[in-house]
Nanobody, 115 residues
Framework: QVQLVESGGGLVQAGGSLRLSCAAS????????MGWYRQAPGKQRELVAT???????NYVGSVKGRFTISRDNAKNTLYLQMNSLKSEDTAVYYC?????????WGQGTQVTVSS
């Protein structure tokens, strides 16, 4: 069983930065992959970025070059560094983990970008 708890969301002006953190209850090294999803009001949840156990990364096109996903296995924490934020990045951001075919989700953290 894995529990994921996000933090770091908030209100920021367009062009600003935020760093999201996701603390896992157990060791994240065993997770096959971790990532961040987001859901804006009235829209479906979408993938933002993923990182594999081998540290391979993948990003949705709209955040490439602006967001960076990383993981600290020693701290059992996943991060999402978000730079050059835009109003369209406003959403609830969810931490996600995959372990042996099972998906785990955090409760979400709100990111609001004001223009």
């Amino acid at each position: 069983q894995v529990q994921l708890v996000e933090s770091g969301g908030g209100l920021v002006q367009a062009g600003g930065s935020l760093r999201l953190s996701c603390a896992a209850s157990g060791t994240i090294f065993s997770l096959n992959a971790m990532g961040w999803y987001r859901q804006a009001p009235g829209k479906q949840r979408e993938l933002v970025a993923t990182i594999t156990r081998g540290a391979g990364t993948n990003y949705v096109g709209s955040v490439k070059g602006r967001f960076t996903i990383s993981r600290d296995n020693a701290k059992n924490t996943l991060y999402l560094q978000m730079n050059s934020l835009k109003s369209e990045d406003t959403a609830v951001y969810y931490c996600w983990g995959l372990l042996q075919g099972y998906e785990y989700w955090g409760q979400g953290t709100q990111v609001t970008v004001s223009s």
